[in-house]
């Protein structure tokens, strides 16, 4: 989707999807055209995040960026002076306050490209991700692959019997599975 010089002002774009579906590859894609284009880009990420990496926002596929890693949504208006395109991968993790931050952000020309999980591992809406959908001009849905039967696949199935909401994991923790797989 080339949006870079569409529409004037700032928006709010969001990318979700489930675990391996390639959200913070579309994230870091757009960032990386934003680049091509001369915009100034800072991307952040949750500092709980550390599963690849402490500092960058990392996709399964290994390709990173540097980031700013913030305990909270409000770190990220208080950092995002001088960038014209502002990057939040994991927004899953962030409470209410993005919603207000994106929305702030976009009121003062930035183009904001948020990435998250839709659903929780139970398949039910994750934290603050349909009231994004909400706000955003563009939302894209990505898929994965579903590892059972090859359809494509929006859930994120947990492997391990944790059921805390928040559990940060890879192909060991989680798999991608489809619909029917799911309810299976």
């Known amino acids: 989707m080339f949006l870079e010089n569409m529409i004037k002002g700032g928006w709010i774009e969001v990318i979700a999807g489930s675990m391996f579906s390639g959200k913070t590859e579309e994230l870091l894609r757009r960032i990386k055209r934003a680049k091509i284009a001369k915009q100034k880009v800072g991307i952040f990420k949750p500092k709980t995040d550390t599963r690849y990496s402490q500092n960058d926002v990392v996709s ?41 931050v994106c929305n702030k952000l976009a009121g003062k020309g930035i183009r904001v490209i948020i990435a998250g999980l839709d659903m929780d591992f139970e398949g039910k809406p994750f934290g603050v991700m349909p009231q994004l959908f909400a706000v955003a001009e563009y939302v894209t849905k990505v898929h ?41």
């Open 60 to 100: 399964h596929d290994a390709n990173k960026v540097l980031s700013i890693p913030v305990s909270n949504a409000q770190e990220i208006l208080e950092q995002a002076i001088g960038y014209e395109v502002v990057g939040i991968d994991e927004a899953q993790f962030f409470d209410d306050t993005l919603i207000e």
């Open 144 to 184: 994965a692959i579903c590892v059972r039967c090859g359809n494509l696949a929006n859930y994120s199935h947990r492997l391990t019997k944790d059921k805390s909401l928040v559990m940060l994991g890879e192909k060991a923790e989680y798999e991608a599975i489809c619909r029917n797989c799911f309810n299976n």
